[in-house]
């Protein structure tokens, strides 16, 4: 890619070309640091509400929160393209949708990204209609936790290989330029991948996505109580910060 600003239609054209990575961003230093580090696209992710505000899931992160976020997100001003994650509740209605989605681009977020598939179809379409890019997210719904109750693998029988395909199919009729694929299996994931226009991004979906997305604190280990089976971790920070402190305890 060229040094010009990332958008949804650069990462469109990479399909097929070359692997996409993504990343969550939260605040200023860490977007600065990922954009600098090359990331082509961020995501200020609902998962703040476990890696930053200390909640036990997604549900309990509001649109005050996602616009805070996203507004110190976007200070950074970074050549990546940065998006913002629709909370909790607040695309029940393609009304409520499309309000929601103008906070977080008035709050500095260039796509949005909400979870399922043909279920919130009308919500969907209603979003790119107002001119606002946006990123799908079907397989495991972490804002549905309450009612699966664990996270789990999607797609490994037929009736959930059959929704996986059917929701995908809905968000390519909505025009979202890519869609992250959570914990999907790696067979459904590839279909998935080879079947549709968009971008996919995998999330412990295998290795046959377009991209790869992580949450950041969990690549480099700043949240070291619980890390996913199928993160790579790349970097143990929180062990290392907590050594510069207690050398700087001793040293006064």
């Not at 600003?5 to 692997?19: N, S, V, Y």
């Not at 640091?33 to 309990?60: F, I, K, Q, R, Y």
């Not at 929601?100 to 260039?110: C, D, K, Q």
């Not at 226009?197 to 790869?212: A, K, L, N, Y």
Request: with cysteine; net charge neutral; aromatic share 6%.
């Amino acid at each position: 890619m060229s040094g010009d600003k990332i958008t949804p239609e650069t990462i469109r054209a990479l399909k097929g070309r070359r692997r996409i990575a993504a990343l969550t961003t939260y605040d200023y230093p860490m977007t600065r640091m990922l954009d600098e580090a090359g990331v082509p696209v961020l995501l200020v992710g609902d998962s703040l509400g476990m890696v930053v505000l200390g909640h036990p899931d997604t549900t309990h992160v509001t649109m005050a929160d996602m616009e805070h976020h996203t507004r110190a997100a976007a200070r950074a001003k970074p050549r990546a393209l940065l998006g913002a994650d629709l909370p909790y509740r607040s695309y029940d209605t393609p009304e409520a949708a499309v309000t929601n989605a103008r906070r977080l681009v008035a709050a500095g977020a260039e796509y949005v990204k909400a979870e399922g598939g043909r279920e919130i179809l009308p919500q969907v379409k209603a979003i790119i209609a107002a001119g606002i890019p946006f990123m799908g997210h079907i397989g495991m719904l972490p804002q549905h936790i309450l009612e699966e109750g664990r996270y789990h693998i999607f797609g490994r029988d037929d009736a959930g290989h059959a929704k996986l395909l059917d929701g995908a199919a809905a968000l390519a009729e909505a025009g979202v330029f890519a869609t992250v694929l959570e914990l999907v299996t790696p067979p459904v994931a590839k279909e998935v991948t080879q079947k549709f226009p968009f971008v996919t991004i995998g999330i412990g979906s295998g290795p046959d996505c377009d991209g790869q997305i992580l949450v950041t604190h969990d690549l480099l280990g700043t949240f070291p109580w619980f890390t996913p089976k199928f993160v790579p971790q790349k970097l143990r920070a929180a062990e290392q910060m907590k050594a510069a402190v207690a050398d700087w305890m001793k040293a006064i």
